[in-house]
């Protein structure tokens, strides 16, 4: 009689089935490798972060060179309004020189008149006074001014006498003085004897 046992070989199919469940993966449910790759969504935000800091870059470098040009135009109006103020002073002062020149020439004319003026009627009064003073007996072939204090007289006389006489009337008037009888001497004028002198006076007032 054979005897079969059953029960060992239910025993051992649920034992198989008990270790084919623990070994078995679930549908669905895969676990997350440790230290694996990111997720591809993640390596798009750095790019991102690095074109704006490099747009926020350009957009620095771009106010720096706008403040930049504008600073060069800025001086650029400052030399040339410093240039347009130079020039208007040297035009003014360019023409303030020349009416100062002007003005000098005007000057010096006017102290030429008169100085031509005051010449003239002192040469007037000279020539009044020393017809004056002249005696009948003498002719005045010279009149020498040296300066305008010093006069020479040159002449004939007839005879000797009336040379001191001449001299005597130009100590006399208030116009000469300091009369000096510098040469005399006889010489021959159209035949007849004459006596040539030369007198010199200093010119106190006209």
Known sequence: M???????????????????ITSAPKKGAE????????PAGMGILPVIVMLILLFISILGCLGMFMMQTLKIKNLKKTVVLKQQEFEDKSKKQQALKALNERKERINQ??????????????????????NTCLPQQIW????KQSGKSTIEFKGVSITNLTIPDFMARLETSLMFSNVQLIESKRTDVEGKSVREFTIQSTVDQF
């Open 2 to 20: 054979i005897k079969i046992n059953l029960l060992k070989e239910e025993a051992g199919k649920e034992k198989g089935q008990k270790k084919g």
């Open 31 to 38: 676990a997350a490798p440790i230290g694996g790759p990111a």
């Open 109 to 130: 004319r006017i102290n030429a008149i008169q100085q031509l003026n005051q010449d003239r009627y002192r040469s007037v009064s000279i020539l009044q006074e020393i």
């Open 140 to 143: 005045l072939t010279q009149l």
